[in-house]
């Protein structure tokens, strides 16, 4: 296994008191493979990344248990040196807004030969060169004309493809896109989302894409772990999962994507909100809001129940929402 996160724990400690966001994720991702990781916000998707990318590492937010191995190797337990050496060379990270991530004072061929420069040794000449073969590669037309450009000057579809190149541009096996394409329009996230696939496919990487929408992950996605209160939920199969889910938040989910045969018809809503993560109900954390919750689901955890040999369901009446 590439990257496989085991019983990850991560709290943030505020004024008001501890917020659990992470409570006891495990999930892996090998080297070709996309694990899409699916929640609304404050479902933990996201930090768990963070912790994975080692951007999570100091307060207010802390670690206290779980392992995150990287081929085998437990990354918080080597020394720091080594931790940032790992994940300088294995691993990069995609941002869902690319305007901010980018730094606007340089060109984006000199932020792309930047990488080349202080990481590879590569002369700015040299480094000129990769940053155009990268804009190529992430399909930016003219890239030789607008290697000197700036940031602003690209469009936003455009500026995504460059964070892209800018995470490709050490060849890391691992990627973790985090809402790669939540700030574009439609037609724009599916051309990037294919992008992003091809080039998942042709590196032979491990990608990680964190999305609340699970609508743009069906094509480009092996597997699927949902995730609620820092929990994960349901894991399976992408083509399980869509043929019938067995967790009723994740049918919530699924019944929430726009669906073209259903036009006009108003679109099904998870009812409530998310918990407070210092104060996760007991129980179920999903009970509040889930239409089949029993007396059972107020009182006792579930925990994740064996669906079949490559899924797991964390619900006491799995059996029902699968065949319900
Ligand atoms: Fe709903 Fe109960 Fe299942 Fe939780 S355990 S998802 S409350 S049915
Ligand atoms: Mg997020």
Known sequence: ?????????????????????VNGVSYGVDAGETLAVLGESGSGKS?????????????PGRITGGEILFRGKDVLKLKEEERRRIRGAGMAMIFQDALSALNPVLSVGDQLGEMFVVHRGMSKKAARA???????RVRIPGAAQRVGDYPHQFSGGMRQRIMIAMALALEPALIIADEPTTALDVTVQAQV???????QREYHMGLILITHDLGVVADVADRIAVMYAGKIVESA?????????AHPYTRG???SIPRLDQKGQELYAIK???????????????????????????TDVPPL??????RGSACHFWRECLHG
């Open 1 to 21: 296994m590439l990257l496989e996160v085991r019983d990850l724990q991560v709290e943030f400690r505020t004024r008001d008191g501890v917020a659990k966001a």
């Open 47 to 59: 930090v768990t990344a963070q912790a994975v990318m080692g951007i999570l590492d100091m307060p």
């Open 130 to 136: 990769k940053a155009i073969e990268l804009m190529e």
């Open 193 to 199: 989302m294919d992008l992003l696939a091809d080039l």
């Open 237 to 245: 199969p992408v083509r399980d999962i869509y043929k019938a889910p």
């Open 253 to 255: 989910l699924l019944d």
């Open 272 to 298: 409530g909100l998310p918990p407070n993560l210092m104060n996760i109900p007991p129980g179920c954390a999903f009970h509040p809001r889930c239409p089949m919750a029993q007396d059972v689901c107020r």
């Open 305 to 310: 129940y064996e669906v079949s040999e490559d």
